[in-house]
């Protein structure tokens, strides 16, 4: 049973960077795609960013292509997410994922995933 951790939420002030973390533990994750989602009080978790199992591969959502970049180390088995410019309406919390391989389908749908950690909240103050 894969579990993940995510750290490096916080609050900072608009124009403001934070590096989020996701730590997977209780197995390998290196042989599959991971991601990040997000969910604003009130919303749906919405998709933010995925990376291939390589990391030589990455997809974005449009609100934050340019800003934000996912990354991963094998060997740390860790997901990165360098966040930069941040806006209020980056609010939110913050979830890790790690891709089902049996699943057909989009990587921007949370129904892609199969393993997620327990969030870290990232507040924007304007």
């Known amino acids: 049973q894969v579990q993940l951790v995510e750290s490096g939420g916080g609050l900072v002030q608009a124009g403001g960077s934070l590096r989020l973390s996701c730590a997977a533990s209780?197995?390998?994750?290196?042989?599959?795609?991971m991601a990040w989602f997000r969910q604003a009080p009130g919303k749906e978790r919405d998709f933010v960013a995925a990376i291939n199992r390589s990391g030589s591969s990455t997809n974005y959502a449009d609100s934050v292509k340019g800003r934000f970049i996912i990354s991963r180390d094998g060997a740390k088995n860790t997901v990165y997410l360098q966040m930069s410019s941040l806006r209020p309406e980056d609010t939110g919390v913050y979830y890790c994922?790690?891709?089902?391989?049996?699943?057909?389908?989009?990587?921007?749908?949370?129904?892609?995933?199969?393993?997620w950690g327990q969030g870290t909240q990232v507040t924007v103050s304007s």
């Open positions: 209780g197995g390998t994750v290196s042989s599959l795609g």
């Open positions: 994922a790690v891709r089902n391989p049996y699943y057909i389908g989009t990587s921007y749908r949370a129904q892609a995933y199969s393993y």
